[in-house]
């Protein structure tokens, strides 16, 4: 992502994919929340909910009078989808902008640069996307907070379910970074376990979605079920090539995750009868009230429903504002220990809580399918859901073999 002045002129989405412009306050001390995210890219979709999901949460805490008399203000900047760049951008973010917090990295790898950068700096640092090393030694660090699912708990519980009630004869296909990788990991140990057998894996460069040279080899191998790391755009690209060669009708496909993003811009044809997890989706609105004040916020500000990538920065946002009140100081050290003393929280799905020894966020996910066309009851109603998982801490690794015991 290349640098941008965003407190005075446009965002880099509004000024190139039309997403939403920062929110700043009118006068005054401000508080300022960094959030670096790769909004070019791949990954271009679900950022542009992540930053409509934190631009909801700071709009709803200001119109309630901010946080110890201070509103807050969200500074975005893009991180291209690499290391470096995350890396620069979380520095600036730092240093020039003055952010005392930071919330984002939307891909597992640029994540971990990001938190090298607000380690050094001893600034409160949430990030807001899968990574399983993030709570790990040696990445974990005092003032790092994980609050989205991460690979071990989301394919666990996808992995389990998947090898019960859609077979256990399975071909892996995943991209090669940090995040395929580990969902890879934890999928092929889950199914050895379940008695099932994995009968092939494949790699592929992530942001390279060119599939058909290893598709007639799945085919051929008849497994039961294709289970997928596509993420993002990448997702579309393979999906419309597996229908194209007819495996829809020859086997089961499943991934660890759905995105709504995707699921708009690939539209049912592509996604009925595909099985994934999801840590929110909008219909939770008709029985969990603080998701329907979510939704309704985010509905009525963008006319569309908010995707389970954007509420973790919802989420996130709440967060820091929940650390700065309980701790009354702007204060990274003292917001982190504020939450850890109070670790129950609920802005947007029902209970979650920070684990205190590695700073994971425990939550409930949900087992989706996508639904047939016909059966849509508007233009968002793109998945069923299956069953829920609840939030249990057994789903994850222990702290003692993150390092951090």
Not at 7 to 31: E, M, N, Y
Not at 185 to 207: C, H, I, N, R
Request: aromatic residues 10%; contains cysteine; charged residues 20%.
């Amino acid at each position: 992502m290349q640098r941008r002045t965003f407190l005075k002129t446009a965002t880099v989405g509004a000024a190139t994919l039309a997403f939403p412009s920062i929110v700043r306050a009118q006068g005054g001390d401000t508080i300022k929340i960094g959030f670096p995210g790769p909004t070019t890219g791949p990954f271009g979709a679900l950022a542009k909910d992540q930053q409509q999901g934190a631009i909801v949460a700071v709009e709803e805490i200001n119109a309630k009078g901010g946080v110890l008399g201070r509103k807050l203000e969200v500074l975005f900047r893009d991180d291209e989808l690499k290391p470096a760049v995350g890396a620069q951008r979380t520095k600036e973010l730092i240093e020039n902008e003055k952010c005392e917090f930071i919330v984002g990295g939307l891909a597992a790898h640029v994540q971990m640069a990001i938190n090298e950068q607000t380690k050094a700096a001893k600034k409160l640092f949430i990030s807001v996307s899968q990574s399983d090393e993030i709570t790990a030694k040696p990445d974990l660090g005092p003032l790092t907070f994980h609050e989205a699912l991460n690979p071990t708990i989301t394919s666990r519980a996808v992995g389990s379910w998947i090898s019960q009630n859609l077979g256990k004869k399975w071909w892996i296909l995943y991209a090669d970074y940090a995040w395929g990788k580990q969902n890879t990991a934890v999928l092929s140990e889950g199914l050895k376990k379940q008695g099932g057998t994995l009968l092939g894996s494949t790699p592929y460069p992530l942001g390279n979605p060119e599939f058909s040279a290893h598709l007639p080899r799945i085919i051929d191998a008849k497994p039961e079920v294709l289970v997928t790391m596509t993420p993002g755009a990448d997702n579309i690209a393979f999906l419309k090539q597996a229908i194209s060669f007819g495996m829809k009708k020859q086997m089961k496909i499943a991934q660890p995750l759905h995105w709504l993003p995707q699921l708009k811009q690939g539209g049912p044809d592509l996604y009925s009868d595909i099985y994934a997890g999801i840590s929110f989706t909008w219909q939770l609105e008709d029985s969990i009230p603080e998701a329907k004040n979510y939704v309704q916020l985010y509905r009525k500000k963008y006319n569309e429903p908010p995707g389970d990538y954007g509420a973790y920065a919802y989420s996130a946002i709440h967060e820091v504002a929940r650390g700065i009140t309980l701790a009354k100081a702007v204060n990274s050290d003292a917001v982190a220990s504020a939450l850890l003393a109070n670790p129950t929280y609920n802005h947007y799905k029902g209970k979650q809580w920070w684990r205190t020894c590695d700073h994971k966020a425990f939550q409930d996910l949900w087992i989706v399918k996508g639904r047939e066309r016909a059966k849509m009851k508007g233009d968002w109603d793109f998945l069923d859901v299956v069953q829920k998982v609840a939030a249990s801490e057994s789903l994850d690794r222990t702290c003692g073999e993150k390092g951090v015991a």
